[in-house]
């Protein structure tokens, strides 16, 4: 095992342009943990606001951003026995992606599903998780249910589309383009609305609203939202991009038996996001495996390019996911 790799810091706050290619020390994987050598890391939305300074990692995590990764397993920290080295794995990270070695913990990875490349399985950790914990174990999506998540596009959207259309939902989302609204049809959507054309209010009504749905949009969405959604509806959130901040009217919230909820992936505890690596392999990743679900990718750029890469996912003119070839 060498002792340094390279690596991507984030060097001050700012922009895409403080990510710095830099030498740092291999971690030692802890009790728990495992040791992957890096070959692909995932880039999100979290990078881009750690990077700005506007999302710490927790205390005992790495300072270098990335959230996922695929690769093999190097080391096996003390108590590790369902892994073994040589082991080919994807896994979501509490930091530290952006980098030839990462720790983890063992809980937190899952194997890199049949006939899947690495390149590929890196998508997979960060927005599965996400998807998996907020549509289905918070929102409770049912077979037959109609469902609205908005940036169908993006790595969240592009997931949630096809989770919810394989489990049966009826499948409504929100994108910024004719081109990007045909993905999202090829994926499943029964129906794709270019927000800058139409108003998803007003296309929905007539289905009788959503009965979930997934935002990532906040700002006048959550009013929206709020009066987009059928009796008994929930929204739940697990982003802001347009800001956390709206005017609501509760009454309708109160009239109609809404529940309004969401959460954030990164401070959960290591049990819960265990739990929910529990429910994906047992439940997604055989659709994985049998090529019925699969990430949409848009880019691959080199480690050193991780600026360029969060450039490109700020210009929100991607489709899917962008990935760093790190290995």
């Known amino acids: 095992m060498p002792t340094t790799m390279r690596a991507v810091e984030i060097s001050e706050p700012g922009g895409p342009e403080v990510l710095r290619p830099i030498e740092a020390p291999v971690p030692t994987p802890g009790p728990g943990d495992i040791l992957i050598k890096v070959a692909f890391a995932g880039v999100n939305r979290p990078d881009a606001l750690q990077r700005a300074g506007s999302?710490?990692?927790?205390?005992?995590?790495?300072?270098?951003?990335?959230?996922?990764?695929?690769?093999?397993?190097?080391?096996?920290?003390?108590?590790?026995?369902?892994?073994?080295?040589?082991?080919?794995?994807?896994?979501?990270?509490?930091?530290?992606?952006?980098?030839?070695?990462?720790?983890t913990p063992a809980a937190h990875a899952l194997r890199?599903?049949?006939?899947?490349?690495?390149?590929?399985?890196?998508?997979?950790?960060?927005?599965?998780?996400?998807?998996?914990?907020?549509?289905?174990?918070?929102?409770?999506?049912?077979?037959?249910?109609?469902?609205?998540?908005?940036?169908?596009?993006?790595?969240?959207?592009?997931?949630?589309?096809?989770?919810?259309?394989?489990?049966?939902?009826?499948?409504?989302?929100?994108?910024g383009s004719d081109e990007k609204c045909q993905v999202c049809r090829d994926l499943g959507a029964e129906r794709a609305?270019?927000?800058?054309?139409?108003?998803?209010?007003?296309?929905?009504?007539p289905e009788g609203g959503p009965n979930l749905v997934l935002d990532m949009v906040g700002g006048d969405y959550i009013a929206r939202n709020i009066k987009s959604l059928a009796p008994d509806g929930r929204m739940v959130h697990i982003a802001f991009l347009s800001g956390p901040k709206a005017e609501i009217n509760f009454a309708l919230i109160m009239a109609k038996r809404l529940t309004v909820t969401g959460s954030t992936l990164r401070p959960q505890s290591d049990l819960a996001k265990a739990r929910i690596a529990e429910e994906l392999a047992q439940k997604v990743w055989p659709l994985l495996d049998a090529g019925r679900?699969?990430?949409?990718?848009?880019?691959?750029?080199?480690?050193?390019?991780?600026?360029?890469?969060?450039?490109?996912?700020?210009t929100s003119q991607h489709i899917g996911k962008i990935v760093l070839q790190v290995g």
């Open 193 to 205: 609305i270019n927000y800058r054309d139409e108003d998803f209010v007003a296309v929905m009504k």
């Open 112 to 175: 890199v599903p049949e006939g899947m490349g690495m390149k590929e399985a890196a998508c997979l950790p960060e927005t599965f998780f996400t998807v998996w914990s907020n549509v289905f174990m918070r929102g409770g999506l049912q077979a037959g249910e109609r469902f609205l998540v908005h940036g169908g596009s993006s790595g969240i959207g592009t997931t949630a589309i096809q989770l919810a259309n394989a489990f049966g939902a009826r499948v409504f989302t929100t994108a």
């Open 293 to 314: 679900v699969a990430p949409v990718m848009d880019q691959v750029f080199a480690l050193e390019d991780a600026a360029k890469a969060h450039a490109r996912m700020e």
């Open 55 to 103: 999302y710490a990692p927790p205390p005992t995590a790495s300072p270098l951003p990335g959230l996922e990764a695929s690769g093999e397993v190097v080391a096996l920290g003390e108590g590790v026995t369902q892994w073994k080295l040589g082991d080919k794995v994807c896994a979501l990270l509490p930091g530290g992606g952006y980098a030839e070695y990462v720790t």
